[in-house]
């Protein structure tokens, strides 16, 4: 069996993502009855049929990002009281049977061979354990009797392990210097302190580049890009204000008798200014789309400049939306179900029942083989027999069962 690590990548305590990590987007519209409809003999332009085509695909987004939200408050409820008792269970059976075959051993005299693989065999029972629980001061001590390196410092070794990966995607794929470990990766408060400081190197590495982007030659086809992206900024400025002003109209409580809908108008129109002052295009696009523009036959009076600009606007909820789910996914509290967040609810919760029974089935295993040796007299040929197995199956703990099923152990 391949040793385990003390520590796997969950347990790195960096928020890599410097904004949230799970952001909450601005442009979430309700896409009711929000299609371009057409006649029998129209033709829908492009940017209609793309203004559709965005629409539903943020439908589904939406639902999509709800759903996998659901499902990871569910599965980790689940994983909490469903799986982690029974590991718990498993780590701490695990380190009583290494104390129990220790014991066993001090009675036998072994061969040199014998010795390296028992010695090998009780590392790989603690490692397992470690992979589910902590070990107490007598543990620790059996660990250290056995490992070359004592259990603190195999805890160290890996938490260089865990910040040399980290460093080697950071500078690979990121471009930033991450500097040395100085803190401990594991503490949460200090991780995110370092967190912040790495986020305050990232954004002036951002800097940098556009400075030198900037400082670079620019190409006909960079200026012409440059001057494609100021007419759009002058569009979206005249576009927020035309946006602002119809819905100021549509949406000012001084305008309306009734109470009710007057207070309601009251809060929106308060939206509505926020977003302008603030120079939020998108957020004045959402009110203008459920308000203004609430039938197919509003939509379809749209001008094709309009639509250009919605469609930039809702191709960017897209990305939005998609970067959301993927960091809902990515989220450090998901570690151990976010590769069921891809699923369906059922398959996602049966799988987790078949994870509950595999190591279920692993810990009676481990009861079983604890038990024989504790009834078993001192006997040295139950013990080779037992290593030669093991070893023969290439370390594989998965043999235990079987093992304690033949009839050679109960003789």
Known sequence: MAKKKLYNEGDLLLNLNFDNVVTNSKFEIKTNKLQISKSKKQVLSKNQQLFNKLIKKIETLEKQLVETKDLAFELTIAFSKEIVPVEKKLGKAYFEFAMVLDSYVQNIKLTKKQSIDFDEHIINLFNNALTYAEPDEQQEALFDKYSDLSYRETLEIEKLDLFEQF???????????????????????????????????????????????????????????????????????????????????????????????????????????????????????????????????????LTDEKLKLYNKVLSEQVEDLNQEIFQLKMNPSYTNICDLLNYSSKFAHTSLNYQKEDLLSELESIKKNKKVFQKQPVQKQVLVKYLKNVVEHDNDDDILGELLNSSYFFK
């Open 167 to 301: 460093r080697g995607y950071m500078e690979d794929e990121m471009g930033v210097d991450v500097g040395e470990m100085d803190f401990d990766i594991t503490n949460e408060a200090e991780a995110r302190e370092y967190a912040e400081k790495l986020k305050e190197k990232f954004e002036q590495k951002n800097l940098e580049d556009e400075e030198k982007e900037q400082n670079k030659k620019k190409t006909k086809k960079q200026i012409e890009q440059e001057q494609k992206q100021k007419l759009e900024a002058e569009l979206s400025t005249k576009s927020l204000r035309s946006i602002y002003i119809s819905l100021a109209k549509l949406l000012h409580p001084d305008t309306e008798t009734d109470e009710e809908l007057k207070s309601d108008k009251t809060e929106l129109m308060k939206k509505v200014t926020v977003a302008y002052d603030q120079k939020d295009l998108a957020t004045l696009l959402k009110l203008e789309i459920e308000w203004v523009h609430r039938t197919s036959d509003n939509l379809q009076e």
